[in-house]
């Protein structure tokens, strides 16, 4: 999502009639949990009805999430060019791997339009995938996929694939996820007189409330791990998603060669955990509008925490892969000839594609607050969006 100031709730836009309705009704469904919780509930488990409850939640209704329409820009809406440098990374992985059929699993491809610009940049340099699998959870999102999709020559879409769970065999090939695990449900916490507190949510009269309570044993030793013997005030709040080590892990379990790209906006442990990162890294987005109240328009807004790399790496190198690059958005795309996708007949056009490039470029939009990071699986070289950067030892 392209980076924006925050805004105050007081500013978002008024609610349609039916925007209202879908939310009172996941409202009515969080408080049901809060009551079946004994009055407290987990904020992961909130952002797990909020998020991706069937039919309520905000990534299974039928919101138009993505675009200028939409709550947020991801880089392959904002330009093919994206796309077109992901393509020559899979060519680069292609090239390497040498395997009789080569995948390539997208998660979560929202409009397809990352998708589209793969294979039509693969179509174009002879080279597409055996198959082009996509994991999505939403049948809302999955039918719009179709719907693009199906515009490609009927050659290249006939290899697209839809899937509901990651696929039961191990294939050789590349996993594409941009902006995916910012998305998974992340507990939140505090730090109060020097104990740690986990936040949760309530039910109040009107509507919903943050509440803290005591870290139970496993959330505290992971803290306690993760932050002994930093210098955070009190009062201190940020965010940690257990559930990422287990996604990397399933997703190791079925690349039998190849990598494994995560493009998404985040950081390092030690700048993830930085003192004066005192508010933490959650992030609410609703209709172009960024705002930090997890709890306004409940199933209308998207609900996302920065990446921990650091947390991401390790758990790759514990099922046994290799993290062979992490660098910037900018340096991916610049090591993966961006600049010499500028050039164009006309003079408007190449305007255009210029400014499309400085917003996925500059470090005031998408440039370095996203990250790139590569996993590998019997690859020796360095993946070629990464060789102009590295920022691994930050890890």
Same mark, same amino acid.
């Given at each position: 999502m392209t980076s924006r100031a925050r805004s105050s709730t007081s500013r978002l836009a008024p609610l349609t009639a039916e925007e209202a309705e879908q939310s009172l009704r996941v409202l009515t469904a969080v408080r049901a949990a809060i009551e079946a919780a004994g009055g407290w509930l987990p904020f992961d488990d909130y952002l797990r009805i909020v998020l991706y409850a069937p039919g309520l939640g905000y990534y299974s209704a039928g919101a138009t999430?993505? !675009?200028?329409?939409?709550?947020?820009?991801?880089?392959? %809406? @904002?330009?093919?060019?994206?796309?077109?440098?992901? =393509?020559?990374?899979? @060519?680069?992985?292609?090239?390497?791997?040498?395997?009789?059929?080569?995948?390539?699993?997208?998660? !979560?491809? !929202?409009?397809?339009?990352?998708?589209?610009?793969? &294979?039509? =940049?693969?179509?174009?340099?002879? #080279? &597409?995938?055996?198959?082009?699998?996509?994991?999505?959870?939403?049948?809302?999102?999955?039918?719009?996929?179709?719907?693009?999709?199906?515009?490609?020559?009927?050659?290249?879409?006939?290899?697209?694939?839809?899937? %509901?769970?990651?696929?039961?065999?191990?294939?050789?090939? @590349?996993?594409?996820?941009?902006?995916?695990?910012?998305?998974?449900?992340?507990? #939140?916490?505090?730090?109060?007189?020097?104990?740690? %507190?986990?936040?949760?949510?309530?039910?109040?009269? !009107?509507?919903?409330?943050?509440?803290?309570?005591?870290?139970?044993?496993?959330?505290?030793? %992971?803290?306690?791990?993760?932050?002994?013997?930093?210098?955070?005030?009190?009062?201190y709040v940020s965010e940690l998603c257990p559930l990422l080590g287990g996604w990397i892990t399933a997703l190791a379990a079925v690349l039998r060669r190849g990598a494994v790209l995560l493009f998404d906006y985040g950081l390092s442990r030690p700048e993830y955990y930085h003192p004066e990162r005192s508010a933490g890294t959650l992030r609410c987005h609703f209709r172009q509008r960024a705002h930090d109240d997890a709890l306004w328009y409940p199933g209308l807004t998207d609900i996302t925490a920065w990446v921990d790399f650091t947390r991401a790496a390790e758990a790759a190198v514990d099922a046994d892969l290799a993290v062979a690059g992490y660098c910037t958005q900018a340096a991916f795309l610049l090591a993966t000839g961006i600049e010499s996708m500028l050039a164009a007949d006309c003079a408007v056009e190449r305007a255009r594609l210029a400014s499309q490039a400085r917003q996925l470029l500059l470090p005031g939009e998408m440039g370095e607050v996203f990250k790139a990071l590569a996993l590998t699986r019997g690859l020796d070289a360095t993946p070629l969006g990464f060789r102009l950067q590295d920022l691994r030892r930050q890890l």
């Open positions: 999430k993505f !675009g200028a329409a939409g709550d947020f820009v991801t880089a392959p %809406e @904002l330009s093919s060019l994206f796309g077109a440098c992901v =393509a020559r990374q899979c @060519l680069d992985v292609m090239a390497a791997v040498q395997v009789p059929e080569f995948c390539i699993l997208e998660l !979560g491809a !929202g409009t397809a339009a990352l998708a589209a610009d793969v &294979l039509a =940049a693969l179509a174009a340099a002879d #080279r &597409l995938p055996d198959r082009y699998l996509i994991l999505e959870v939403s049948a809302e999102l999955r039918a719009r996929q179709r719907a693009r999709l199906a515009q490609l020559p009927a050659s290249i879409a006939a290899r697209v694939h839809w899937l %509901e769970t990651l696929p039961a065999e191990p294939f050789d090939g @590349l996993i594409l996820a941009n902006e995916v695990a910012d998305a998974l449900p992340f507990k #939140r916490f505090r730090i109060d007189a020097a104990a740690y %507190e986990e936040i949760g949510v309530i039910a109040q009269q !009107g509507g919903l409330a943050l509440a803290g309570r005591s870290a139970d044993p496993v959330l505290a030793a %992971e803290l306690v791990r993760l932050l002994d013997g930093l210098p955070l005030p009190e009062g």
